[in-house]
Each structure stands twice: as C-alpha cells, then as structure tokens.
C-alpha cells in the first residue's frame, strides 16, 4: 500500500513535470547543456511530453504502464545524483520549470524512493489509484496524491531556498 501512495504522488509530480517543461523548455534545456548532455528545446519538449504521457498511462492503467515512469525517476536520479556529486554549476535541474531550483540530496532521495516505489507496483501489476474502490476512497486518494505532489514540490523546490537564502548548499 505504501508503494501505490508513494508512486501516485510521484506520478502527479511527474505530470506537472513534464507539463512544466512543455509550455518552458529553457530551464531543461540548460539543465541538460551543463550536464554536457545532448540538449536542444525539442528535446526538452519531448521529454515533457514523455513525463505527461508516463505519468497518465500509470495513474490510468497501473501495473506495467508504470514501467515507464519508473525508468523517468531512475534518470533522473542518475543525473541529479551526477550533478550534486560533481556540483555542476546548474541553476536548475529543469524538474519544476524554474531556474532557482537548482538539484540537491532532497531531489536526489525523492527519485530513489519514487524510482523504487514505481519498480514495486510496475513488477507486481498493481495500480498507484485505486480506481475499483467506492468513489469516495477514489476521491481522497486523488486528493492525497496532488497534495503530496505539491508537498513533494515545496520540499524540493522552496525549503532549500529557504534554508540557504544566499544560495549556499
């Protein structure tokens, strides 16, 4: 039961994502261009379109579908923990569209966990919603997904800020 919360909130996440770097590319972009990795605003495009359509292909379906999502956490734990290792001079991982989101060990443990949750429920056939329950559970379980979903956002994104205001890690 831990893992299908765990990967529902890391699929709402993943959707924000990619719709964040569909409608701004360019923090992706840069991301990606100090990483040394290939890097061009069509890519950025279709990588959000790949995050919208794995994170919509898991919460719908479940079970294998969200294979894909788990391989998206797993890169992206690969390059944030490159880039907190290596301390890439990156201003933002491109996660969230911002360019003051810049990757830390918060960003680092959330795609692990999210990377193994998602493994758990893709290799057990299960589903992250529990779409043939009664509605209401149904309804609560989405509200805790978004809402962890943003809770995982601020924590990433706005308590490192807050802890180092100067930009120090």
């Known amino acids: 039961m831990v893992a299908e919360a765990v990967s529902a909130v890391s699929l709402f996440l993943l959707a924000a994502s990619g719709v964040s770097k569909i409608l701004d590319p360019d923090p992706t972009t840069g991301a990606m261009r100090s990483a040394r990795l290939p890097a061009s605003k069509a890519i950025s495009w279709s990588l959000g379109i790949g995050e919208v359509a794995a994170a919509g292909a898991g919460i719908a379906f479940g079970g294998a579908w969200v294979g894909g999502a788990a391989l998206l956490y797993l890169g992206f734990l690969l390059f944030t923990v490159a880039a907190v290792r290596h ?71 706005q308590l490192p800020r807050t802890l180092h205001p100067t930009g120090t890690r």
């Open 87 to 157: 301390r890439l001079p990156i201003q933002s991982c491109g996660c969230f569209g911002r360019e003051d989101t810049p990757p830390t060990m918060l960003h680092v443990g959330f795609n692990a966990v999210s990377a193994v949750a998602l493994t758990v429920v893709a290799l057990g056939s299960r589903h992250p919603v529990p779409w043939s329950g009664p509605a209401l559970e149904v309804v609560l379980y989405l509200l805790f997904a978004i809402l962890g979903a943003h809770l995982a956002y601020l924590v990433m994104a």
